[in-house]
Nanobody, 118 residues
Framework: VQLQASGGGLVQAGDSLKLSCAAS??????FAWFRQSPGKGREFVAA??????NYDTSLKGRFAISRDNAKNTGFLQMNTLSPEDTGIYFC????????????????WGQGTLVTVSS
């Protein structure tokens, strides 16, 4: 499966963005979003696993993951953005194991950059 992430950009603190993860060559079933901030490794953001939603607890309900089966596309709605949310956001297909660990995923997209200014 090939994944194409899009929707990133430069926004101000408090703004919202909606990221898309378009899949081709296969069905987007269980998947997740990770982000990589400057100087850090890939951190778990949210996952759609078997129809259930899982989030990093630090997000405090600001983000929402969803999927459109007809479009074979996943989404990440991000609200009340802060500079700490800055980073490259990646989507990936779930394989097996701990859903919060990047090693449990395959078929990573190229990422989309989100920059939040203060």
């Amino acid at each position: 499966v090939q994944l194409q992430a899009s929707g990133g950009g430069l926004v101000q603190a408090g703004d919202s963005l909606k990221l898309s993860c378009a899949a081709s060559g296969g069905i987007l079933d269980s998947f997740a979003w990770f982000r990589q901030s400057p100087g850090k490794g890939r951190e778990f953001v949210a996952a759609w696993i078997g129809g259930g939603r899982n989030y990093d607890t630090s997000l405090k309900g600001r983000f929402a993951i969803s999927r459109d089966n007809a479009k074979n596309t996943g989404f990440l709605q991000m609200n009340t953005l802060s500079p700490e949310d800055t980073g490259i956001y990646f989507c990936a297909i779930y394989d097996t194991g701990n859903i919060r660990v990047s090693g449990s995923y395959t078929d990573w997209g190229q990422g989309t950059l989100v920059t939040v200014s203060s």
